[in-house]
């Protein structure tokens, strides 16, 4: 399973984001490929412990959510409902300029890469995550975007 625990796979990614465009048009759901670039951001950020993003409820016990969304090979389902805090229609980052978000975005990839080991906070709807699941969240959640934009 793809993991940005694995060098190459992050390149991969780097390589899909760079693809981005500020028109690029979406699959499904309602983001633009910029508010996309902010929302990946702010959920770094949340990994991080920079922004506060509040527990979402779950239908399932949280360790079979995350069972089902990180080890499963499934592709995430689409629509699915955002927390408000990086939901670029509510409490998210606001879009302001293409790049300089999208180096925003890199930014923060690179400090969440530099050192796993110091997120220790509990996923939203996953609950508790080891280095191993955050890395692998990292890559489902990127994967999951870059390819609503057809990346």
């Known amino acids: 399973m793809k993991s940005l625990r694995d060098p190459e796979?992050?390149?991969?990614?780097?390589?899909?984001?760079?693809?981005?465009?500020?028109?690029?048009?979406?699959?499904w759901g309602r983001m633009t490929a910029h508010q996309m670039i902010c929302h990946l951001t702010d959920s770094f950020l949340g990994a991080l412990g920079d922004r506060p993003v509040g527990l979402a409820s779950a239908p399932l016990p949280r360790k079979i959510v995350k069972f089902i969304a990180l080890d499963l090979p499934l592709h995430w389902p689409h629509g699915l409902k955002t927390r408000p805090e990086i939901d670029q229609e509510a409490g998210?980052?606001?879009?302001?300029?293409?790049?300089?978000?999208?180096e925003a975005l890199r930014f923060q990839l690179d400090?969440?890469?530099?050192?796993?080991?110091?997120?220790?906070?509990?996923?939203?709807?996953?609950?508790?995550?080891?280095?191993?699941?955050?890395?692998?969240?990292?890559?489902?959640?990127?994967?999951?975007?870059?390819?609503?934009?057809?990346?």
């Open 92 to 102: 998210g980052t606001r879009p302001v300029e293409f790049a300089a978000d999208l």
């Open 9 to 27: 796979t992050q390149k991969e990614i780097r390589q899909r984001l760079e693809g981005i465009q500020p028109d690029s048009p979406r699959r």
């Open 111 to 151: 400090r969440f890469l530099a050192n796993p080991r110091a997120i220790e906070l509990a996923h939203p709807i996953f609950g508790p995550m080891s280095q191993a699941d955050w890395m692998r969240w990292a890559y489902l959640h990127m994967d999951h975007h870059l390819r609503q934009f057809g990346k």
